[in-house]
C-alpha cells in the first residue's frame, strides 16, 4: 500500500525539501524574497519552475540546480515532445527510491511472481524506461525477458512466440504495431493477460485496436502517470477509470492550479499540474509545470485508498493553430481512430504542416498493412477530420488551405523519436510566427 499524507504534512514535507533546495545557487536567486512556506498560501507564493529553467539549469549545462556534487549519481534524460532533451541526475537511492514506487504500483494492478513479463520499453541515449523495468520487475520477483523496443518488431515477436509472456510492458505506439503485425499474420497470443503501457496515453479506440490484434481476453493498463524528472505522480487501483490516477502523497505534492486566475482548481475544475517530489534532494524538483492537464475528482476511492485521485485532462498546449482557432491534436487523433482497423489501417499518424504558396497544406500521413488498399479510403479520413474539426470545413470551403491530404505509409515508417520511441505526431514545417 501506499502511504497516504494529510495536508499539514504535505506542507511540512514540501518545507523541508525548501529548505534543501537552498543549497543549489538557483533556488537561492528564484526563492529569493519568498518567506518561508509556513502555510499554504506561502507555498503558493513560490514561482512555479518551467521546463525551459530545468532545461538551462539542469546539470552537466550547469550545476546551479544541485544541492551536493555530481558523484554517485546516475544520469538519466527526457526527450520531451518538444525534442529539448532534459537531463535528470538522481543519487542510486533516489533511483532506487523511484523504483520502489513503481513496483508498488504495478504490484497494484496485478502483477506478481507468477508472471512472465516482456519489458518492450526503449534502452539507450540515457533513457530511463527499460532499466527501470528492469529494476520494477526484480523487485517483484517475477520472470524478466528483457526484449527491449529497440530491436526490429518481427523479432520482438518472435521472443514473444517462444517464451509466452503474460505481461507485456511498452509504449502505445510499440502495441499499436504488434497489433496491426498479428492481425495480418493472425498470430495468436493465448497466455497473455496483461497489457502496461507507459509514456503516452492509450485512448479507448486504440485500447480496442490492440485487444482485437493481440486477444480480446488482454486487460489493458497505464504502468503508472510518471516522469523522469518526477517520477511516480499516480499510480491506479483495480477501480480507477483509464485516466483516473492515485497521487502517492508520500512521494510526490501534487498540485492543481487554475493559472490565469492564480488559484487551486476546486474538485472536478480543470486546471495545470504543479508537482513538487518530496524525495528528490540532490536536485529538487519544486513546482514543476510538468505540461498536463487535470482535475480532482474530490471523490473517494472504492478501493478504500485514501490518496486523492486526479484525472488526467490531455497535454497543456497540444495544439496547433488553424487561422485563429487552437485545434487540439486529440481530434486529429479521434479522427484516425474513428476509421483505424478498416482496411489495414492504423491508428499511428503523423500530420505536417506546411506552407505552400503563402496557405497552410495540411498532409496526414497514416500506417497501413497495405498502403495501396487503405487509400481508397482517404476520403473516409478527410471526413472523420472535418467531422471533428469544424474549422477545417471551413477553411477549405473557403480556399484557406493550399491541401488536405491524406497519405498511407508502410507500418513502421513514420518517425519515431530516437529516445522514446514515440511516433512524432506533429511535425510544424512552418516558418514560426513571433
Ligand atoms: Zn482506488
Known sequence: MFQCLDEDQRLERGRELWRTAQAAPFYCRKFAGCAEPRDWPAWRALPPLTRQELYDNAWPRSGEMLTQPPEGMIVTSTGGTTGMARYTV???DEWDR??????RALRLIGVGPSDRVANLLVAGSLWPSFLGGHEIIKRIGALHLPISANIPVETVLRFCREFRPTVMMSLPTLFVFLADLALKDAIPFPELRLVGYAGEHMSPAVRDHVRRGLGEQVEIHALAYTSADAGLMGYQCMRCAPNEYHVPTAFQLVEIMDMERERPAGPGETGELLVTNLARRSQPVIRYRIGDRGSWTGSPCPCGDPNPLLRLAGRAG??????????????????VEAVAGVA????????????????????????????????????????????????????????????????????????RSPVTGKVRRLEDRRVEEK
Not at 488553424?322 to 487523433?333: N, P, R, S
Open 90 to 92: 538522481l543519487t542510486h
Open 98 to 103: 523511484f523504483c520502489d514506487e513503481q513496483a
Open 318 to 335: 497540444d495544439d496547433f493553430k488553424l487561422g485563429g482557432a487552437y485545434i487540439a491534436m486529440g481530434a486529429v487523433e479521434q479522427a
Open 344 to 415: 489495414g489501417i492504423s491508428p499511428n499518424h503523423t500530420l505536417i504542416l506546411a506552407d505552400e504558396e503563402n496557405r497552410l497544406a495540411l498532409e496526414l500521413r497514416v500506417e497501413a498493412g497495405d498502403p495501396v488498399a487503405a487509400q481508397r479510403e482517404a476520403f473516409r479520413v478527410v471526413e472523420e477530420l472535418e467531422a471533428h474539426i469544424p474549422e477545417l470545413k471551413v477553411a477549405r470551403a473557403r480556399e484557406y488551405l493550399a491541401r488536405l491530404d491524406v497519405r498511407f505509409v508502410p507500418l513502421g515508417s513514420l518517425e
